[in-house]
């Protein structure tokens, strides 16, 4: 099936990148858990690394137009993975988020994430520069929303958050009008924004301040929503006649926009508020109050960031993390992995990960753009997305200036789900440059 | 089935796959920014940090010197005790609060009140926090084989102040007690720490800089629960330096016991040497008490008690020395030669200055007495002229010669000054002159002239050693960690005249006293003892009785200065207690002092 041109399209820097950045990740979970009773994770990591390698290979055999053909039954059985472990999975550190099958525990919402671009970049594609219709944008936003919320059920934030910009970039790309892009991304952040005012309010820490008090008292329930709502549509139509009355004509249209994305995001932040534990909002809240709780939700950021800083320009050598080695550092070998590099490996280690993955990125954006037909250009931005926004956060996340939401390094964090499909992703990417010729 | 892009739209979507790729490399360089930020402009302070994550300063406290009588019995030393803490760094609230739940089936614990405290520590979550200290080793056994089952809890060694005779010797050892905040600012540079233990009174308190030692470290590296993994530096403590007091802890108890249940005072040294032999002040306490386990009950009825059991008389307490004031006028006469062996002066029972009255000693009428007969009978009358006579500030100046009005100065802290009156002592205090009238109080010991029981002793010393005033000394020796001695030799402050002429007649008088007058419940057939009472006017209560004493008196081995509080007039009650003292004290302690003094 590989023939001469085939072997000419592998892209062997992104290989190339890849197992280097994973060899770097099992080498620091072996250093991360060095100190701990079972020190088995970076063998575990390694067979989930040959895992991986055959769902890479397998993913670049095999010509990616059956994806898009196949994505329906995808999806389908992604949301239906999800569904049965919110009923059928156990309850690992309090979030139903594992399927444990034998040795092996797998996240479904890794799947999702990767079944939900497919879809996406399947339905985007039969559309010619851009979305008219409302019910065009309508149908790839439910598709998102679907897994979001089941997600938010186990509970589980972090993933939730990748989707968001994989669904912006997608549209973009796809060639949305700006105004729709616009009110995506400003429903985005004000979900984010309310979400983390409620978490606030929740945990009873505004209250000394009276307006952030009554700002809450109005937002705190359904019923006291409605009401808040009711009486901000009445400003809404208020402000359009006092535009009217000083001669602007200012369609209703827009004053109404407006509210739409309020009330959506409200309705949506008061939906997920209410899937999150208590451990949650405060993680969530540290990030803008971080005097909180110094010891449980601050403590993870604090000794992060001591990491890090403390590794300095060229590190304290692998194996020599204090902050790691030691235990100061939580989540070390998953979600904080970054932050062991940091203090072993010092800048120069912390920039070379960050160049690899930016290598990967640009290629893959590359490999987008040189993509033989729309699907192929939409999947590869997605996978690409993906992959960024979860670098990014992660990332974000070990250098305080992301609230804890609990979200894997791609490729380099311990957790065979996230390896394993991220791995395929890029399978999947190598397989678009691959037949990028092929018509 | 797949649409294919147009020219155009190939442009088009080039420019968005720019944009992308520009927002990601924007966001990318905040991290690096921010990466950069954090590890080359605040690496320093972020290495810093981690390393005082890591390290661990443990103090490890010198051992206090002990202290041991003159016999060498141990009065005060350091034993090992056991707290049971906890450290809380990483452990939830949930945890600590579940811990403290199984540690209360073991050990009685307030689980509120044990909670605060952790919580008040919250800050410092790797320093241990004392939940229950000076545990027995029955319940040190049962937490230890459960260290397992309760997260946090570690059993620490501290070492405890311990005074094995208790009540016995309180006022001479003293107590320690957490450093205040004013002593840390007035001992500032002297390494003493915040938390740490000083010495509070007594011994313990005055020789504190020697007894202390100096604290040691250990640096250790810790994991993130504060478990100890190794230690990467190590000063060893320097223990405190022993001590070797003048005291003889036997005759400590024999005072003790002499004195009884009564308040009061009792001083016994060597008169030659300036050697505090015992020194009982009562009521009494136990200064373990201040360490360990005092309920603030306890706390509140020690420091408001009315009898001031913290109180050391023996130093602290003022008396107006009464008769035995007569002793100084008499030897001040005999000096300046008011009176002879021989000259009588007539007693009516009453004496007439001016259109003031003064009375004898219990109106009594005691004819024509010469000094002898007046210190047997402890005659007012024959004071008063003899007083009137050498005028006050020949008395004066003859007190504060034998050491009163002055401080001895005593190796014991907070010693009270006394107080002999002066005409221009009076004119300073009071801005009035001096009334002949007050001559005549005066040379009784009474009206303002103010003493300690050890002021007392110490001016009897001064008169039966012939002159010498010693400065009074509690320690003798001191051994530091290496085994190297220091003596503390007799310290003579000055040497008075005084003529053999004086002491002669004195002690035929004084013994006089013991053997036919006031102070013949005293007597011993087999012992020599000089003595005189006295009677402190209590203007609150039952007069306060006073006896002076030294013996043998052909060569005075030892003054006894005992004040009875409430003991009646004329030294009833203080009398049976030299008595007691002298019959039961083992005179070897003076004896063998006098060989080596004369060596």
């Known amino acids: 099936m590989l023939n001469f041109s085939l072997k000419r399209g592998f892209d062997y820097i992104i290989f190339i990148s890849v197992i280097l950045i994973v060899c770097i990740g099992i080498l620091m979970i072996y250093s991360a858990t060095q100190s701990l009773d079972s020190n088995v994770l970076w063998v575990k990591q390694t067979i989930w690394f040959g895992i991986g390698f055959l ?100 509970p589980d934030i972090g993933t939730t958050l990748v989707f968001f910009p994989v669904l912006l970039v997608m549209l973009y790309i796809t060639g949305s009008k700006p105004v729709y892009l616009a009110t995506l991304t400003s429903i985005n952040i004000l979900i ?40 901000l549509f009445g400003l809404t139509v208020g402000a359009y006649y006092t535009s009217k009355l ?119 954006i590359y490999i987008a753009f040189s993509s033989r037909d729309n699907f192929g250009c939409l999947l590869a931005s997605g996978i690409v997305t993906m992959i960024a926004a979860q670098v990014f956060m992660n990332i974000g996340i070990s250098l305080g200036i992301m609230p804890v939401t609990g979200l894997t390094l791609p490729l380099v964090s311990y957790g065979g789900s996230s390896l394993f499909i991220t791995m395929t992703a890029l399978g999947i990417l190598l397989n678009i440059r691959l037949r990028r010729y092929l018509i | 089935m797949h649409i294919q892009p ?51 300063l443990i103090p490890i406290a010198a051992s206090r010197g002990m202290i041991y009588d003159r016999n060498s019995k141990v009065l005060a030393q350091d034993i090992p005790s056991f707290d049971i803490a906890m450290i809380q760094l990483g452990l939830s609230k949930e945890e600590i609060a579940r811990t403290l739940i199984k540690l209360k089936r073991i050990v009685k614990i307030n689980l509120k009140e044990v909670m605060e405290k952790i919580s008040e520590k919250k800050n410092r979550p790797f320093e241990p926090v004392v939940i229950v200290s000076d545990v027995d080793r029955k319940i040190l056994t049962r937490v230890a084989e459960r260290t397992t089952e309760l997260p946090g809890i570690i059993i620490q060694v501290t070492p405890k102040r311990y005074y094995i005779c208790g009540p016995l010797c309180a006022h001479i050892l003293g107590y320690i007690g957490e450093i ?52 990467l530096g190590d000063m060893e403590p320097i223990p405190g330096n022993n001590l070797i007091l003048t005291i003889d802890s036997k005759l400590q108890e024999i005072v003790n016991d002499a004195l009884g249940n009564k308040s009061g005072a009792v001083v016994v040294m060597n008169p030659n040497n300036g050697e505090i032999l015992a020194m009982v002040s009562k009521p009494s306490f136990d200064p373990n008490m201040f360490l360990g386990h005092m309920t603030p009950a306890q706390a509140k009825e020690i420091f408001t008690d009315k009898r001031y059991p913290l109180f050391n008389r023996a130093i602290q307490a003022l008396y107006s020395p009464g008769s035995v004031f007569k002793i100084v006028v008499t030897a001040a006469a005999l000096e300046n030669e008011i009176i002879n062996e021989g000259d009588t002066y007539s007693c009516g029972g009453v004496y007439w200055l001016g259109n003031q009255r003064f009375i004898c000693f219990q109106r009594e009428k ?85 003493a300690t029981p050890l002021q007392l002793a110490h001016a009897l010393s001064t008169i039966v050693n012939g002159g010498r005033v010693f400065r009074p000394r509690i320690v003798k020796q001191l051994i530091d960690s290496s085994g190297n001695v220091k003596v503390f030799n007799p310290w003579v402050k000055r040497i ?38 006295g009677t402190v006017q209590n203007p609150t209560g039952e007069d306060h009785a006073l006896f002076l004493c030294f013996a043998p008196v052909d060569s005075p081995k030892v ?34 002092e006098e060989k080596e003094s004369s060596s």
């Open chain 1, 246 to 364: 000083f001669r602007r004509d200012i369609p209703f249209n827009k004053f109404g926009l407006i509210f739409g994305i309020i009330a959506i995001s409200l309705i949506v932040s008061l939906t997920a508020d209410g899937f999150l534990k208590d451990y949650q909002r405060k993680r969530l809240v540290v990030f803008i109050d971080p005097g909180i709780d110094p010891l449980n939700a601050g403590y993870n950021i604090n000794q992060s960031k001591i990491a890090i800083g403390s590794g300095k320009l060229f590190g304290k050598g692998i194996f020599h993390g204090t902050q790691s080695q030691l235990g100061f550092l939580p989540e070390r070998q998953s979600d904080f992995i970054f932050s062991v590099i940091g203090e072993e490996l010092g800048f120069t280690g912390a920039a070379m990960i960050l160049f690899l993955f930016l290598i990967i990125i640009y290629r893959g």
């Open chain 2, 559 to 592: 003054v006894i200065s005992v004040i009875v509080e409430h003991g009646g007039k004329g030294g009833i009650e203080a009398v049976p207690v030299a008595r007691r003292i002298l019959e039961q004290m083992d005179w070897s302690i003076v004896k063998e």
């Open chain 1, 55 to 154: 769902g890479l290979m397998c993913a670049v055999l095999f010509d990616y137009q059956l994806l898009g053909k196949y994505s329906r039954i995808i999806y389908i059985l992604a949301i239906f993975l999800l569904v049965f472990v919110l009923f059928g999975g156990p309850l690992i550190r309090s979030a139903k988020s594992w399927l444990v099958i034998g040795p092996f525990s797998l996240q479904p919402s890794e799947f999702a994430k990767l079944a939900t671009i497919i879809i996406l970049a399947e339905y985007l594609s039969t559309k010619r520069e851009g979305l008219i219709s409302m019910d065009e944008f309508v149908y790839p936003i439910s598709l998102v929303a679907i897994p979001i919320f089941l997600i938010l059920m186990q």
């Open chain 2, 180 to 231: 205040s905040k004013k002593e840390l600012i007035s001992k500032h540079g002297q390494g003493y720490k915040y938390g740490g233990l000083i010495g509070k009174a007594g011994i313990e308190g005055y020789y504190d800089v020697f007894l202390k030692g100096n604290d040691g470290g250990k640096q250790i590296e810790v994991d993130v629960r504060g478990r100890q993994l190794r230690v």
């Open chain 2, 496 to 533: 008075i005249s005084l003529s053999t002429q004086t002491q002669k007649v004195l002690f035929k008088g004084l013994e006089s006293v013991v053997a036919n007058g006031t102070g013949a419940r005293a007597f011993l057939s087999y012992l020599r003892v000089g003595g005189k009472t």
């Open chain 2, 366 to 450: 005691h004819g024509n007495v010469n000094v002898i007969d007046a210190l047997t009978h402890s005659c007012n009358i024959f004071f008063y002229q003899v007083g009137y006579k050498l005028g006050v500030n020949r008395i004066s100046k003859f007190a504060r010669e034998v050491g009163l009005g002055e401080k001895t100065d005593i190796d014991l802290p907070a010693e009270a000054v006394g107080l002999v009156p002066s005409p221009s002592w009076k004119k300073k205090r009071y801005g009035e002159s001096w009334y002949s009238g007050e001559t005549i109080n005066l040379s009784i010991g009474q009206g303002y002239i103010l």
């Open chain 1, 192 to 231: 984010l924004i309310f979400t983390l005012f409620l978490s606030w309010g929740e945990l009873q820490l505004i209250h000394k301040i009276p307006f952030l008090h009554f700002l809450y008292r109005c937002i705190s329930s359904f019923k006291y929503t409605l009401i808040s709502l009711i009486c």
């Open chain 2, 6 to 56: 147009t020219e155009s739209e190939l442009e088009k979507l080039r420019q968005r796959l720019v944009r992308l790729t520009i927002i990601i490399i924007i966001a990318f360089s905040i991290l690096i920014i921010r990466i950069g930020y954090l590890q080359i402009i605040k690496g320093n302070y972020y290495r810093k940090v981690s390393e005082n994550n890591r390290i661990r």
